[in-house]
């Protein structure tokens, strides 16, 4: 069995997933929470600091920016010969009185645990589902966020694109690309096959990591950016729009060295692909 974790110090440690059905479905709406049958459609309030989290299997994820103060979910599902009725959506309210939400897509006989801090899936019946010809089907999810909102997103294969956000975000994925907006921040992205491009508005306060295996990594961020910096590829480049301190010696392919005053930890990682710190 193995665990997808949100956390930075999982990424890349997700298996390669299933193809999986999709039913779709709701759970924990209140009164004030609206929904219905037609694909799917979820919306309810969501204050600013509080956050949004996004698990999906198979599929992109694409998080907007909402025009008012409550959060909108909608999923859109795809197939072609696979069984719809073997997976829902679920929305929920958790965390500290259930101010979060959780949206999660449930594959049948596949998820174990669906929270805000893993995805869980049995190993036999995906790698079962991968060999099933017949089970093609993918979700396509769009939520839409109110300003303030912290959003983390996970999927397994598909793209994540992030526009529109305004705090913190945490993305990660397996099969597919990254791209991620926020005028806030900070932001934190990661995948394995696929390209990872992130724009921030602040830093925060803790280390920075973005990785991908197969694919280029670019981040752009404020230019009075003060970090102990690490970008490292293997059949690639790398490169800085900002002036830097190297430490020890200077390789094409790997650069350690300290931007400003130093501090924080800022780590660009691919192994087939080029390595670009930008100024914003």
Known sequence: MKTLRTSPMARGLWPMACLAALAIAATGASAQERQSDRDFRWDGPLASGRWVYVRNLNGPVRIERASGGRLEVTAVKRWRRGDPADATIEVTRVSSGDQDVLVCAIWRDVTEECSERDYRT?????????????????????????DGVKVDVTTVNGGLEIDGATSVVEAHTVNGGVRARSSGGPVRASTVNGDVDVTMGALGDGDLEFSTTNGSVEVTVPGDLNAEVTMRTVNGSVGSDFPMTVNGRINPRRITATIGRGGRRLELTTTNGSVELRKG
């Open 122 to 146: 049995r190993d036999n019946r995906r790698r079962n589902r991968w060999n099933d010809r017949d089970d093609d089907v993918s979700v396509e999810l769009t939520v839409r966020v109110p």
